[in-house]
T-cell receptor, first 110, second 115 residues
Framework: DAKTTQPPSMDCAEGRAANLPCNHS???????VYWYRQIHSQGPQYIIH???NNETNEMASLIITEDRKSSTLILPHATLRDTAVYYC???????????FGTGTRLKVLA | EAEVAQSPRYKITEKSQAVAFWCDPISGHATLYWYRQILGQGPELLVQ????????DSQLPKDRFSAERLKGVDSTLKIQPAELGDSAMYLCASSLSGTANTEAFFGQGTRLTVV
């Protein structure tokens, strides 16, 4: 199963863009990158996913490098409600399951 | 907006007692997952269903845990007997097909405390 590496914590000023990096150097060609976040005591919330092209939705943008070995989740204008643990996951082909790591704890500062 | 429903939200039980959690996935979702999340860690997959069949239960402690999804819709996760180390959040998730390009949606979880 492809593993991901994320920084354990990050701070971001309210109103600024939050850029959360993720390394997934062993990703296979048909494996997707997913991002979820978990606000304290709630279930994980789906944010975005992609294969090789950059993706954008109403919550965030996902930038995947050309070699697909890393990606960045961008929250364009972070608010205090974006304070959460963000998980980068490589969806495992073959077994079709989400393997969570320890994530990045993002704190948005007023 | 459709949601994954879980009950109860909170459960306190004594060790050696039996406890059960219920999950109702989003309508039409064929794939259902049960995860366990210990405080401060990421969720860990316990069992995965495709319709009524178990696809993966390699991380399920089968001596005390059981899971079923009899009609391929809602699901129950049971622990008997509960141990102190089972205290955790139990999360249910569902996805339309379980394939690589379909996202899973999580419920709010059941927080279990074993005393």
């Amino acid at each position: 199963d492809a593993k991901t590496t994320q920084p354990p914590s990050m701070d971001c000023a309210e109103g600024r863009a939050a850029n959360l990096p993720c390394n997934h150097s062993t990703i296979s060609g048909n494996e997707y990158v997913y991002w979820y976040r978990q606000i304290h005591s709630q279930g994980p919330q789906y944010i975005i996913h992609g294969l090789k092209n950059n993706e954008t939705n109403e919550m965030a943008s996902l930038i995947i490098t050309e070699d697909r070995k890393s990606s960045t989740l961008i929250l364009p204008h972070a608010t205090l409600r974006d304070t959460a643990v963000y998980y980068c996951i490589v969806f495992t082909s073959g077994t079709y399951k989400y393997i969570f790591g320890t994530g990045t704890r993002l704190k948005v500062l007023a | 907006e459709a949601e994954v429903a879980q009950s109860p939200r909170y459960k306190i039980t004594e060790k050696s007692q039996a406890v059960a959690f219920w999950c109702d996935p989003i309508s039409g979702h064929a794939t259902l997952y049960w995860y366990r999340q210990i405080l401060g860690q990421g969720p860990e997959l316990l069992v995965q269903f495709q319709d009524e069949s178990v696809v993966d239960d390699s991380q399920l402690p089968k001596d005390r845990f059981s899971a079923e999804r009899l009609k391929g819709v809602d699901s129950t996760l049971k622990i008997q007997p509960a141990e102190l180390g089972d205290s955790a959040m139990y999360l249910c998730a569902s996805s339309l097909s379980g394939t690589a390009n379909t996202e899973a949606f999580f419920g709010q979880g059941t927080r279990l405390t074993v005393v």
